[in-house]
């Protein structure tokens, strides 16, 4: 059986990766997100387990001295964290990972997974990255300066990954998205498909 293929998707906060993302895992098949552990507090609408597995400070590190997590990233304050055992286990299961990880992360997981697939999310201006983040309501004037701040030096790094998406228009974006997973299954050589090649070519 074939590994699955691991997608490393960075953005800056308010570019709308997120959404994106969850909107690929209802229209494709054989791929799952991976949810990061986060010392960060719950946010309305969320859930444990779902959007993130929420756990205290001490918990983290304990886990980050049980060298539990694949990456790791302190932003804004809060830990953040992705399994390493549960992104091996579906990869060797035939099932492609997304990893919604900023680029501090993607370079971290590239070094270990040299057949990973980044792709880069950008917003289609500054001013429409801060419209959205003050849209959603959960962060006072200081906090969005401080994420616009991060978001340039964040964006600096789109150079990094294979592949770059601009988020103008939803649907159009989504498309794009979809598009570069089903690429990457079509790339030489074709893992699981020894048999068929060796008999069509006999």
Same mark, same amino acid.
């Given at each position: ?11 800056? @906060? ?13 229209? =494709? /098949? ?6 990061? %552990?986060?010392?960060? +507090? ?7 387990? $779902? ?6 400070? /001490?918990?983290? !590190?304990? =886990? ?7 990456? %790791? ?9 992705? @399994?390493? %055992? ?6 060797? *299961?035939?099932?492609?990972? $997304? ?21 880069? $999310? ?32 964040? =964006?600096?790094?789109? $150079?990094? *990954? +294979?592949? =770059? !998406? ?14 570069? !997973? @089903?690429?990457? %299954?079509?790339?030489?050589?074709? *893992? ?6 060796? +008999?069509?070519? @006999?």
């Amino acid at each position: 059986m074939a590994t699955g293929i691991l997608f490393i998707i960075s953005a800056p @906060s308010g570019a709308g990766k997120t959404s994106l993302v969850g909107e690929l895992l209802k229209r =494709m /098949e054989n791929i799952k997100a991976s949810i990061s %552990h986060t010392t960060r +507090d719950c946010r309305p609408g969320e859930e444990d387990g $779902i959007n993130y597995h929420f756990v205290s400070r /001490e918990e983290f !590190v304990g =886990m980050l001295e049980q060298n539990a997590f694949l990456e %790791h990233a302190d932003v804004f304050g809060n830990f953040y964290g992705t @399994s390493q %055992h549960w992104v091996e286990e579906t990869l060797a *299961a035939g099932e492609d990972v $997304i990893l919604e990880i900023d680029w501090q992360g993607a370079a971290q997981v590239r070094q270990l997974f040299a057949d990973s697939t980044s792709i880069f $999310i950008l917003p289609p201006s500054k001013q429409a990255l801060r419209e959205r983040l003050n849209n959603r309501g959960q962060d006072d004037s200081a906090v969005i300066e401080k994420r616009i701040a991060a978001a340039t030096e964040e =964006m600096s790094h789109y $150079i990094e *990954a +294979d592949f =770059m !998406v601009l988020n103008d228009d939803f649907e159009v974006a989504l498309e794009q998205l979809m598009a570069i !997973v @089903s690429a990457q %299954h079509c790339r030489l050589p074709v *893992a699981g498909q020894e048999n068929l090649l060796s +008999d069509l070519l @006999s």
